[in-house]
T-cell receptor
Framework: AQKITQTQPGMFVQEKEAVTLDCTYD???????LFWYKQPSSGEMIFLIY??????QNATEGRYSLNFQKARKSANLVISASQLGDSAMYFC?????????????FGQGTELSVKP | EAQVTQNPRYLITVTGKKLTVTCSQN?????MSWYRQDPGLGLRQIYY???????DKGDVPEGYKVSRKEKRNFPLILESPSPNQTSLYFC??????????FGSGTRLTVV
């Protein structure tokens, strides 16, 4: 069964340092997508980055990069040069395109706190 | 600006009083869905729609209805809300390549 696991309930990072948020997934479908979302205290879900299962290169979006290790079924998010505004909950999610129309399965989230 | 507009942001209601949470997207996406987020349970899909007049149940559909009469709108209807439907609700629409755009969320409290 498809599953997303985030093993870090909470993390601290010093401002301007890099931080890695862990995510492992389980699926038997060869075609899937992996996503990271940010949820600040205001509650909205903000899309950060996407990685397709057939993408050869790791995805990058500004300060965000996704370390995709397909054989290990891991999709860790790397945030470079952390900022105070990065403090939020971060969710890893997976979508299998042909499973219930591609619904997102979410991990439990990691709460990131950036210290000045 | 590409967006999913969800209303209201906050709603307090009483048990049994019918309510509708509206959702509208301006990206011409075919796929839309509703999620609820609860502490300890995470985000779970309620209903989804692959296109106009095509809807299907997600993981937690009990107590909810949806309709998709036009592509841009996908309202969530609670015919007789109960306290266990107190939650944070999200509407989302999907681009096949880049995933989901979420609305701002609706914090619903049923007393």
């Amino acid at each position: 069964a498809q599953k997303i696991t985030q093993t870090q309930p909470g993390m601290f990072v010093q401002e301007k340092e890099a931080v890695t948020l862990d995510c492992t997934y389980d699926t038997s479908d060869p075609s899937y997508g992996l996503f990271w979302y940010k949820q600040p205290s205001s509650g909205e879900m903000i899309f950060l980055i996407y990685q397709g299962s057939y993408d050869q290169q790791n995805a990058t979006e500004g300060r965000y990069s996704l370390n995709f290790q397909k054989a290990r079924k891991s999709a860790n998010l790397v945030i470079s040069a952390s900022q105070l505004g990065d403090s939020a909950m971060y969710f890893c999610a997976m979508s299998e395109l042909y499973n219930q129309g591609g619904k997102l399965i979410f991990g439990q989230g990691t709460e990131l706190s950036v210290k000045p | 600006e590409a967006q999913v507009t969800q209303n209201p942001r906050y709603l307090i209601t009483v048990t049994g009083k019918k309510l509708t949470v509206t959702c509208s997207q301006n990206m011409n996406h075919e796929y839309m869905s509703w999620y609820r987020q609860d502490p300890g349970l995470g985000l779970r899909q309620i209903y989804y729609s692959m296109n106009v007049e095509v809807t299907d149940k997600g993981d937690v559909p009990e107590g909810y209805k949806v309709s998709r009469k036009e592509k841009r709108n996908f309202p969530l209807i609670l015919e007789s809300p109960s306290p266990n439907q107190t939650s944070l609700y999200f509407c989302a629409s999907r681009d096949l390549r880049y995933g989901y755009t979420f609305g701002s969320g609706t914090r619903l409290t049923v007393v």
